[in-house]
């Protein structure tokens, strides 16, 4: 059965850091190309940050020089780093696993950057 599932989602306020995790099975993770989207009410869903599978990167232009993007193969699990949060940073956050043979879609965590 294949599972993504987000954490380390909450309530935090401007400036501030968080680091979201997405632990992953059921599929071979290692040759996944991997993805974190987020999303408000009402509006598109939107890319955050991409690894390849050969660990390539790429950051939306809101994000890049704060957000980092990580896997760790070994464990199976794709990482957000978080900083210098801004309250436009608020929203749900997907994490994504896409390859040849399908793709899957995590529950989400909320994220939200508040004072």
């Known amino acids: 059965q294949v599972q993504l599932v987000e954490s380390g989602g909450g309530l935090v306020q401007p400036g501030e850091s968080l680091t979201l995790s997405c632990a992953a099975s059921?599929?071979?993770?290692?040759?996944?190309?991997l993805r974190w989207y987020r999303q408000n009410p009402g509006k598109a869903r939107e890319l955050v940050a991409s690894?390849?599978?050969?660990?390539?990167?790429k950051y939306a232009d809101s994000v890049k020089g704060r957000f980092t993007i990580s896997r760790d193969n070994g464990q199976n699990t794709l990482y957000l780093q978080m900083n210098s949060l801004k309250p436009e940073a608020t929203a749900v956050y997907y994490c994504?696993?896409?390859?040849?043979?399908?793709?899957?879609w995590g529950q989400g965590t909320q994220v939200t950057v508040s004072s």
């Open positions: 059921g599929f071979p993770f290692t040759s996944y190309h």
């Open positions: 994504h696993a896409r390859f040849f043979s399908g793709e899957y």
């Open positions: 690894i390849s599978n050969n660990y390539d990167t």
